[in-house]
């Protein structure tokens, strides 16, 4: 997800377009592709595995934080609840071409998520304003709080927009931990395997203690560092304390011999 973890306060500017996602739109379309058109096969095709599903509410406001391993992970987790869970998505989603693309930007503009161009510095105020609505009107926010697909399966630092969300909205954090999708559809493909992901929810986190300290950079950081190592427990990764944007960045200097140089916001 783009990181709302940048922006001190909830922009409560007016964006039509992220405005009229969050309020809930698509709740109709969301029911038929659910229901009738995506779930069905899906489960029939893949067979996921859920645990803990007992451990979402099945109703009032909660956020969803999970790892990041496929673009598949946005289709088998909320699968998995009843109730609809909303995302900001990047924007990328939202244009794609081909048949993968074609099925994105159905799916998401069908069932209201949110899309946010993370080239502007406006990102993570949308995503935090997007994400306050969405858990004032007592429904299920979905966040991935490492900001972006893990490239190698590990599970990396946690950003702390999802500390700041929990802590204003004054919510409870479901931690869920995604297993084999990068098997189903690892980066590039569609679809390269009908293996069975598992999709897992842990109990919730309840950070009311924290209540009035959500300006506290260390308190953030700390309520960041809890959800991800309930993540790491239920998805069985390798945990890595780094954030996924400098390893890839690292990660392809390497590859190419370039000189390796860290930004003081990477530390």
């Not at 109709?28 to 229901?35: A, D, E, S």
């Not at 048949?99 to 161009?117: L, M, N, S």
């Not at 510095?121 to 697909?149: C, N, Q």
């Amino acid at each position: 997800m783009t990181e709302p973890a940048q922006s001190p306060r909830p922009d409560r500017r007016v964006d039509p377009v992220v405005d009229a996602a969050a309020d809930g739109d698509g709740k109709g379309i969301y029911w038929v592709l659910r229901n009738v058109l995506v779930g069905p096969p899906v489960k029939r095709l893949f067979r996921p595995i859920v645990e803990g599903i007992e451990n979402v509410p099945t109703e009032g406001a909660a956020i969803i934080a999970s790892n990041h391993l496929s673009y598949a992970d946005w289709i088998f987790m909320p699968l998995a609840l009843r109730r609809r869970v909303t995302f900001v998505a990047k924007s990328d989603y939202f244009t794609g071409a081909g048949i993968k693309g074609r099925f994105q930007r159905g799916f998401f503009k069908g069932t209201g998520q949110v899309p946010i161009d993370r080239s502007g510095g406006s990102a993570s105020e949308g995503a935090m304003r997007a994400g306050m609505k969405v858990l004032e009107r007592g429904d299920l926010f979905g966040i991935y709080p490492e900001g972006t697909r893990s490239h190698d399966g590990r599970l990396y630092k946690g950003r702390t927009g999802v500390a700041r969300l929990a802590l204003e909205a004054k919510v409870p954090v479901i931690p869920c931990g995604v297993i084999g999708t990068d098997v189903v559809a690892p980066p590039g493909k569609v679809v390269a395997s009908f293996a069975s992901p598992t999709v897992k929810f842990g109990e919730p986190l309840d950070f009311s203690r924290y209540e009035g300290m959500e300006s506290d950079r260390l308190i953030l950081r700390a309520v960041t560092d809890e959800i991800m190592y309930k993540i790491m427990e239920l998805s069985g990764q390798e945990y890595l304390d780094m954030y996924a944007t400098k390893a890839k960045a690292l990660e392809g200097r390497a590859t190419t011999g370039a000189p390796k140089k860290v930004r003081k916001t990477d530390t």
